[in-house]
T-cell receptor
Framework: NAGVTQTPKFQVLKTGQSMTLQCAQD?????MYWYRQDPGMGLRLIYY???????DKGEVPNGYNVSRLNKREFSLRLESAAPSQTSVYFC??????????FGSGTQLSVL | LAKTTQPISMDSYEGQEVNITCSHN???????ITWYQQFPSQGPRFIIQ???TKVTNEVASLFIPADRKSSTLSLPRVSLSDTAVYYC??????????FGQGTELSVKP
């Protein structure tokens, strides 16, 4: 039972490069989320998808785009990476009841 | 959106009961209250969730007064392995779930 799977686990980018972080869940959850966590700080919501076919902005959406490809997958894209986007990115999913299940995170460094 | 306020840090000793209170004055009718634990380099892990009154599971209790403007997470007999950051999260099912700053709990021998 994999739960929430994120790829890649580590990534180093140069300023201006683009990349997509992948997230997939096998729990048949309706809602999915992307958070970022800077060193020593709390989690900040980037985007979320309450159900398949819908996406909404969170607290810090600038510089990111998302795609809810199907019920299982929710990807996060950085079109032009900046050093300020250096962070750990967590994907999460939830079903009715609100408990969030988190992936193991992607550690991203932008040089 | 319900904003949450928690103490930034707390210290305790092994075997003690720890109570962490979260303030959420503008909680909405359809909001649930959920607590998470996070260890370094890991994603947060669910501890307990409630809507009103008291909820208890095998690891913690959650006390919610009638006005729901605050909640208290109670950890009985903490151990060194309970050293972590604890987050109070208030929000609707499947909605915009915003984490607060969290409480860094340090358990000492």
């Amino acid at each position: 039972n994999a739960g929430v799977t994120q790829t890649p686990k580590f990534q180093v980018l140069k300023t201006g490069q683009s990349m997509t972080l992948q997230c997939a869940q096998d729990m048949n959850h309706n809602s999915m989320y992307w958070y970022r966590q800077d060193p020593g700080m709390g989690l900040r919501l980037i985007y979320y998808s309450a159900s398949e076919g819908t996406t909404d902005k969170g607290e810090v959406p600038n510089g990111y785009n998302v795609s809810r490809l199907n019920k299982r997958e929710f990807s996060l894209r950085l079109e032009s990476a900046a050093p300020s986007q250096t962070s750990v990115y967590f994907c999460a999913s939830s079903e009715a009841g609100g408990e969030l299940f988190f992936g193991s995170g992607t550690q991203l460094s932008v040089l | 959106l319900a904003k949450t306020t928690q103490p930034i840090s707390m210290d305790s000793y092994e075997g003690q009961e720890v109570n962490i209170t979260c303030s959420h004055n503008n909680i909405a009718t359809n909001d649930y209250i959920t607590w998470y634990q996070q260890f370094p380099s890991q994603g947060p892990r669910f501890i307990i969730q409630g809507y009103k009154t008291k909820v208890t599971n095998e690891v913690a209790s959650l006390f919610i007064p009638a006005d729901r403007k605050s909640s208290t997470l109670s950890l009985p007999r903490v151990s060194l392995s309970d050293t972590a950051v604890y987050y109070c999260l208030v929000g609707p099912e499947g909605g915009k779930l915003i984490f607060g700053q969290g409480t860094e709990l340090s358990v000492k021998p």
